[in-house]
């Protein structure tokens, strides 16, 4: 199994990004699907996630409201959509993917980073 995260760069406070996360190697629409952050010093953090089927979602508090998760399970590719991006958010973001019957992330990609300025 493969993942590859992309779509990570610099921005201004206020900002928009648009990551992507290419799955091959696997049934993508057998996998839930989530996008990690580690901040510097801080531990990963699941702020987003995603069932196989794509229809249900979940988003950590820190998040709703300006993040957005969607896949289109026909190009084996996941979507973090980040508005009103703020300094807090900076870090490296990290796609992860389970089988639906399991609780925790079994395949992880390589982190792509992101950096808001203030």
């Known amino acids: 199994v493969q993942l590859q995260a992309s779509g990570g760069g610099l921005v201004q406070a206020g900002g928009s990004l648009k990551l992507s996360c290419l799955a091959s190697r696997l049934t993508f629409s057998n996998y839930d699907m989530g996008w990690f952050r580690q901040g510097s010093g801080k531990d990963h953090e699941l702020i987003a996630a995603?069932?196989?089927?794509?229809?249900?979602?979940t988003l950590a508090d820190s998040v709703k409201g300006r993040f957005t998760i969607s896949r289109d399970n026909a190009e084996n590719t996941v979507y973090l959509q980040m508005n009103t991006l703020k300094p807090e958010d900076t870090g490296v973001y990290y796609c992860a993917a389970k089988p639906s019957t399991r609780t925790s992330y079994l395949y992880w990609g390589q982190g792509t980073q992101v950096t808001v300025s203030s």
């Open positions: 995603i069932t196989g089927d794509g229809g249900a979602a």
